[in-house]
């Protein structure tokens, strides 16, 4: 797995999870892991992803998660083609981009939901 600090180069094969966690009331539907398939995403958009992993790994300190009593959580965690978990980053929030959330609610009204279903 690679370092907090370092976003993966997010291929075709890739897929990201996004799940989100905590706050004051618990959700169900907003709990439920989102995923997005790298190879359903057009160039554009797999280098907008790639872009926004970067940013917030960079932006986010490595030395731990997030903390706070009603604090909500955004989970990140990319796959490789095995299957395997090649990065993870759990950060606050509201310190996630806009643009981030934006895809994990996309993910959620896509097909399946859950699926893929980013930003044009």
Request: hydrophobic share 40%; charged share 20%.
């Amino acid at each position: 797995m690679t370092s907090p600090g370092a976003a993966p180069v997010l291929t075709p094969a890739s897929v990201l999870w996004l799940s989100r966690e905590g706050g004051v009331a618990h959700f169900p539907g907003l709990v439920r892991p989102r995923r997005i398939h790298c190879a359903l995403c057009s160039e554009t958009q797999r280098v907008e992803l790639q872009r926004l992993l970067t940013a917030l790994a960079q932006a986010c300190p490595s030395d731990g998660t997030p903390t706070g009593a009603d604090r909500r959580l955004l989970h990140l965690s990319v796959e490789d083609a095995a299957g395997t978990v090649v990065w993870a980053l759990t950060v606050a929030e509201d310190a996630a981009p806009e643009a981030l959330l934006e895809w994990w609610r996309r993910a959620g009204a896509g097909p399946g939901q859950g699926e893929n279903a980013g930003p044009a």
